[in-house]
Antibody, heavy 113, light 112 residues
């Protein structure tokens, strides 16, 4: 059974770095891509970036300067790091196999002092 | 970036009736391989999005055949026949042809 589960801090201070982990099961990261998508409260969905089966990455240009996605295939984990957080980065962060329709439950991240 | 414009932004439907949602792309979503990379998701209240339609007109696994997708290279429609109470939520179209992948603003479906 395919599962994705996000984990990380619920509260981050402004200007700090966000670190999230997506732990997957039921499929291999070496043959599947995983994307990060976020959703501010009450708003729509924004694709942040992806890591592909071969390990390369692509990012939304709006976030590229602050964002890094990596993985540890031995642990079936995908990581998101985003620096210089601001209040507008408050959102639910999802990891997902977009085209195949598998999503994690999401993790709410609040940026506040 | 490819802009996806959904209409209407909200729709109120009597259970048992049909509903249609439009999604218009600022650019053709037809790839050189002949695949139209337009997807439809439903996000029920408090839940993660769930895939309904992939590649414009293909029903995702487990999705009732009340849902159907159609369209051309830039204009797409999601149709829900015989709306049920479980269909309430926000519907998003999405394109996975070019980076950055983008989503429509969403259409909120409510019941009368």
């Amino acid at each position: 059974q395919v599962q994705l589960k996000e984990s990380g801090p619920g509260l981050v201070q402004p200007s700090q770095t966000l670190s999230l982990t997506c732990t997957v099961s039921g499929f291999s990261l070496t043959s599947n891509s995983v994307s990060w998508v976020r959703q501010p409260p009450g708003k729509g969905l924004e694709w942040m970036g992806a890591i592909w089966s071969g390990g390369s990455t692509d990012y939304n240009s709006a976030l590229k300067s602050r964002l890094s996605i990596s993985r540890d295939t031995s642990k079936s984990q995908v990581f998101l790091k985003m620096n210089s957080l601001q209040t507008e980065d408050t959102a639910i962060y999802f990891c997902t196999r977009l085209r195949l329709g598998n999503w994690g439950q999401g993790v709410m991240v609040t940026v506040s002092s | 970036d490819i802009v996806l414009t959904q209409a209407p932004l909200s729709v109120s439907v009597t259970p048992g009736e049909s509903a249609s949602i439009s999604c218009r792309s600022s650019k053709s979503l037809l790839s050189s391989k002949g695949i139209t990379s337009l997807y439809w998701y439903l996000q029920k209240p408090g839940k993660s999005p769930q895939l309904l339609i992939y590649r414009m007109s293909n029903l995702a696994s487990g999705v009732p055949d009340r849902f159907s997708g159609s369209g051309s290279e830039t204009d797409f429609t999601l149709k829900i026949s015989k709306v049920e109470t479980e269909d309430v939520g926000v519907y998003y179209c999405a394109q996975f042809l070019e980076y950055p992948y983008t989503f429509g603003a969403g259409t909120k479906l409510e019941l009368k």
